[in-house]
């Protein structure tokens, strides 16, 4: 199957091209007058590169679209509002997860939820609902009840059960106490794995993604989502490539999988593994981010140690046996130096597997200058600005907040770095994304000038984050993150052109076709068939 995309504005490293032309799924010319068996008319529209989340969670999308949604709650009474109409809206449920509160956004003061105020919402059922950033969160009496959480129960490691002056639960949940609780409710079947799977592709290429670095294989569902991935992809109905940055945290189940998978032919260019990813800390939002020195508003915390750095080391030499890098979620300055710490002793010379620091959000020049030094792979995700701006300097205080989010900076120091969202944390948007790091603005405008203005990138080193450089990331760059001859047909027709438009306009641009592997898998305007 011959395509060719014609009357349309194409970015290549040539330069600009007016069309292309697809055998498949590669590119085989520009602008060269084959003869296609199908056209596409770009109406003189933009073309670049297809986008590349370099993480976020896709079946966390999927199940965000199917469970309760608190992104839009202003304050408690919101959330026990919208949890009685969830209710009755699905009267047959048996549970009720939700996802999606954020406190500081709370019009009455940022006060976190408790127990006393889900069981307003029911009493019979049990009740989970998790913070936005998805390491704390709030269950109800009955959740607490059925998990066996008592006033005598011991935190587990890597997590709190919060409790009230008397020294009883009060239904908060830090990082591992979340799962603790969430255990309660049975496995997600297979079924169930692909129907969310199918709805989160098709919402996130109608933005213009092809390409995901997903965090969403664990050691409870290795077998589950493998086979509804690898199933999609023989028959030709992935509409993404899936890369799983897989998080396994028992040493011999890591073994075990890799060695049944690593080399197995389950894999293709389309889904495959690309890293072995691990928790070092929480999140900024919810204090939990391990820090160096106490939080600037709440002396009394430094945050959580989610994993212990010889553990840490362990898994990622594991990993490495196999050929694979080992990524790791890190926050708070604390993390990142303890991370770059263990990565520092992992890593051959030149880092050729790139691991890398995911986040890495609290950092002073020092840290930004270590993690060029050893050659580490970065994962940011600007979308962050918008709502982090806003708590920085109280969470960590002013001279370390001037040295935080640092885009530029790491990157001028010599460190690859790549973009994504961390969905459904943000919304998987990449327009919105790439606005964050051009303007340093969140996406009401704010602060007119940007937030410190000075690691504001330019619109064709945003585009190479968001393209180029995650394929980097998964050592595929020489086939994928480019349109150039020999690379797979990924791109995105675009509503308007991200180097001409102003700045603050970036973030209302919209994808009107997206193609991955040569296959139109979204098409808004039409464009096929004109």
Same mark, same amino acid.
């Given at each position: 199957?011959?395509?060719?995309?014609?009357?349309?504005?194409?970015?290549?490293?040539?330069?600009?091209?007016?069309?292309?032309?697809?055998?498949?799924?590669?590119?085989?010319?520009?602008?060269?007058?084959?003869?296609?068996?199908?056209?596409?008319?770009?109406?003189?529209?933009?073309v670049?590169?297809?986008?590349?989340?370099?993480? @976020?969670?896709?079946?966390?999308?999927?199940?965000?679209?199917?469970?309760?949604?608190?992104?839009?709650?202003?304050?408690? =009474?919101?959330?026990?509002?919208?949890?009685?109409?969830?209710? *009755?809206?699905?009267?047959?449920?048996?549970?009720?997860?939700?996802?999606?509160?954020?406190?500081?956004?709370?019009?009455?003061g940022?006060?976190?939820?408790?127990?006393?105020?889900?069981?307003?919402? #029911?009493?019979?059922?049990?009740?989970?609902l998790?913070?936005? #950033?998805?390491?704390i969160?709030?269950?109800?009496?009955?959740?607490?009840?059925?998990?066996?959480v008592?006033?005598?129960?011991?935190?587990?490691?890597?997590?709190?059960?919060?409790?009230d002056?008397?020294? =009883?639960?009060?239904?908060?949940?830090?990082?591992?106490?979340?799962?603790?609780?969430?255990?309660?409710f049975?496995?997600?079947?297979?079924?169930?794995?692909?129907?969310?799977?199918?709805?989160?592709?098709?919402?996130?290429?109608?933005?213009?993604?092809t390409?995901?670095?997903?965090?969403?294989?664990?050691?409870?569902?290795?077998?589950?989502?493998?086979?509804?991935?690898?199933?999609?992809?023989?028959?030709?109905?992935?509409?993404?490539?899936?890369?799983?940055q897989?998080?396994? =945290?028992?040493?011999?189940?890591?073994?075990?999988?890799?060695? /049944?998978?690593?080399?197995?032919?389950?894999?293709?260019?389309?889904?495959?593994?690309?890293?072995?990813?691990?928790?070092?800390?929480?999140?900024?939002?919810?204090?939990?981010a391990?820090?160096?020195?106490?939080?600037?508003?709440?002396?009394?915390?430094?945050?959580?140690?989610?994993?212990?750095?010889?553990?840490?080391?362990?898994?990622?030499?594991?990993?490495?046996?196999?050929?694979?890098?080992?990524?790791?979620?890190?926050?708070?300055?604390?993390?990142? /130096?303890?991370t770059?710490?263990?990565?520092?002793?992992?890593?051959?010379?030149?880092?050729?597997?790139?691991?890398?620091?995911?986040?890495?959000?609290?950092?002073d020049?020092?840290?930004?200058?270590?993690?060029?030094?050893?050659?580490?792979?970065?994962?940011?995700?600007?979308?962050?600005?918008?709502?982090? @701006?806003?708590?920085?300097e109280?969470?960590?205080?002013?001279? *370390?907040?001037?040295?935080?989010?640092?885009?530029?900076?790491?990157?001028?120091?010599?460190?690859?770095?790549?973009?994504?969202?961390?969905?459904?944390i943000?919304?998987?948007?990449?327009?919105?994304?790439?606005? #964050?790091?051009?303007?340093?603005?969140?996406?009401?405008?704010?602060?007119?000038?940007?937030f410190?203005?000075?690691?504001?990138?330019?619109?064709?080193?945003?585009?190479?984050n968001?393209?180029?450089?995650?394929?980097?990331?998964?050592? @595929?760059?020489?086939?994928?993150?480019?349109?150039?001859?020999?690379?797979?047909?990924?791109?995105?027709?675009?509503?308007?052109?991200?180097?001409?438009? =102003?700045?603050?306009?970036?973030?209302?641009?919209?994808?009107?076709?997206?193609?991955?592997?040569?296959?139109?898998?979204?098409?808004?305007?039409?464009?096929?068939?004109?």
């Amino acid at each position: 199957m011959f395509t060719t995309i014609k009357n349309a504005k194409i970015y290549t490293p040539r330069g600009i091209k007016r069309s292309v032309t697809i055998k498949d799924d590669k590119i085989i010319g520009f602008d060269d007058g084959f003869k296609a068996d199908r056209e596409i008319d770009a109406q003189g529209k933009t073309v670049v590169a297809g986008f590349h989340d370099s993480h @976020m969670h896709l079946l966390g999308i999927g199940r965000m679209l199917s469970i309760l949604r608190l992104q839009e709650a202003r304050s408690i =009474e919101d959330i026990v509002r919208l949890g009685r109409q969830y209710i *009755l809206n699905n009267p047959d449920k048996d549970h009720i997860i939700g996802r999606g509160w954020n406190q500081d956004y709370f019009t009455d003061g940022p006060v976190i939820p408790t127990k006393d105020d889900l069981d307003r919402i #029911c009493k019979d059922k049990p009740i989970v609902l998790t913070r936005a #950033c998805g390491h704390i969160g709030v269950v109800n009496s009955k959740a607490l009840k059925m998990a066996g959480v008592t006033k005598d129960s011991p935190d587990p490691d890597g997590g709190v059960f919060v409790r009230d002056g008397a020294g =009883e639960p009060n239904g908060i949940l830090h990082e591992t106490a979340l799962g603790y609780v969430q255990n309660i409710f049975p496995d997600i079947s297979e079924k169930e794995i692909e129907r969310r799977y199918r709805i989160a592709m098709d919402y996130v290429s109608a933005l213009g993604i092809t390409a995901v670095q997903a965090n969403d294989l664990y050691q409870d569902n290795q077998e589950k989502v493998l086979s509804v991935l690898s199933r999609l992809d023989k028959s030709g109905e992935l509409k993404v490539r899936v890369f799983h940055q897989f998080t396994f =945290e028992d040493e011999q189940a890591l073994e075990v999988f890799l060695k /049944e998978n690593a080399n197995s032919g389950l894999f293709s260019d389309r889904h495959r593994l690309s890293a072995l990813k691990l928790y070092k800390d929480g999140s900024l939002g919810a204090r939990t981010a391990l820090m160096r020195k106490p939080y600037h508003d709440d002396p009394a915390t430094l945050g959580v140690d989610t994993l212990p750095n010889e553990k840490m080391k362990a898994l990622g030499l594991i990993a490495k046996k196999y050929g694979l890098p080992l990524v790791a979620h890190v926050i708070g300055d604390g993390a990142i /130096e303890q991370t770059i710490g263990v990565l520092a002793v992992i890593n051959d010379a030149g880092n050729p597997l790139r691991s890398g620091l995911i986040h890495h959000q609290i950092t002073d020049l020092e840290l930004l200058k270590k993690t060029a030094q050893h050659r580490l792979h970065v994962f940011y995700q600007p979308i962050f600005l918008h709502y982090d @701006m806003h708590i920085l300097e109280d969470r960590v205080g002013g001279e *370390l907040a001037a040295t935080s989010y640092a885009f530029k900076t790491q990157m001028e120091l010599g460190a690859t770095t790549s973009y994504g969202t961390d969905a459904p944390i943000e919304e998987p948007n990449p327009l919105e994304c790439l606005y #964050c790091a051009v303007t340093r603005k969140d996406l009401k405008g704010y602060p007119p000038k940007g937030f410190m203005p000075s690691e504001k990138v330019t619109v064709a080193q945003a585009l190479r984050n968001y393209t180029e450089s995650s394929a980097y990331a998964i050592r @595929m760059e020489d086939r994928l993150g480019r349109l150039e001859i020999g690379h797979y047909a990924d791109l995105v027709i675009l509503s308007d052109d991200p180097y001409e438009v =102003e700045p603050d306009k970036i973030k209302d641009i919209k994808a009107m076709l997206t193609m991955m592997n040569g296959k139109v898998t979204f098409d808004k305007a039409g464009l096929m068939e004109a």
